[in-house]
């Protein structure tokens, strides 16, 4: 099975995919993720894509779809992949369907997590996550249950998104609704959409997004 989660930034994409992962065996393919990797790297798409990433706008499809075609074009690519923050644009989900018609692959449910925006500003700038193993935290909702040191894997270090501030989230928030959110009508029609709260607490919205893919 391959799904996509489709919402707005602090949507709860990141933490639905890791249960995901470790609850089904799924794969987690964060195209944020993959990109934050190559700027701390200094790739050539890392140096490329580090200011715009940090201003909160959107990546070029060009390479947002390389990126993603490397993957699925591996000979040992065999899907049951949870596609986490791609794509992000229409021309992007139009070179999806065609990279996984031509594995034979479809791609079976579209979630839209959707969240009110005063709560995704709320959630996005008080997050941060474990260096080591990357459990997510909140300074309000969430924290490590001994100061400073992680509940899953006892790492006592923790880092802050470069892009989870108040300035870089309004353009954030303004790509969502431009760029993205017209995807919402392209999978409806698609036929694949299934809608979940994603305002709800984390392990109802697991229970919705199971009854999505059942
Ligand atoms: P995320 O971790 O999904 O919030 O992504 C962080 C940032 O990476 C975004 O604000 C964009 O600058 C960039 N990015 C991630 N995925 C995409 C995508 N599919 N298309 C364009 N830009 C992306």
């Known amino acids: 099975m391959n799904i996509v989660l489709l919402g707005p930034p602090g949507a709860g994409k990141g933490t639905q995919a890791r249960i995901l ?46 990126i993603i075609s490397d993957r699925i074009e591996q000979p040992d690519f065999k899907g049951n992949v949870i596609f986490d923050g791609f794509p992000r644009t229409l021309a992007q989900a139009d070179a999806f369907g065609e990279l996984l018609a031509k594995k034979g692959m479809a791609l079976d449910a579209v979630i839209e997590m959707r969240c009110d925006d005063e709560k995704l500003v709320e959630r996005v700038t008080g997050r941060f996550t474990c260096h080591t193993c990357g459990e997510g935290y909140h300074t309000s909702f969430k924290k490590p249950k001994v100061e400073g040191v ?20 309004r353009s954030r928030l303004l790509a969502y609704y431009k760029e993205t959110s017209p995807l919402v009508g392209y999978y409806h029609a698609k036929d694949t959409l299934a809608l979940v709260d994603g305002t709800a607490e984390i392990d109802e919205v697991t229970a919705q997004i199971a009854e999505a893919l059942n």
Request: net charge negative.
């Open 150 to 169: 992680c509940d899953k894997c006892g790492g006592t270090e923790f880092t802050h998104r470069h892009d989870d501030n108040a300035d870089a989230m």
């Open 21 to 66: 992962v470790e609850r089904d065996g799924m794969v987690q393919l964060s195209t944020g993720d993959m990109l934050r990797s190559a700027v701390a790297a200094e790739t050539e798409i890392g140096k490329q894509v580090k200011a715009v990433m940090e201003s909160g706008g959107l990546v070029t499809d060009e390479i947002v779809v390389g």
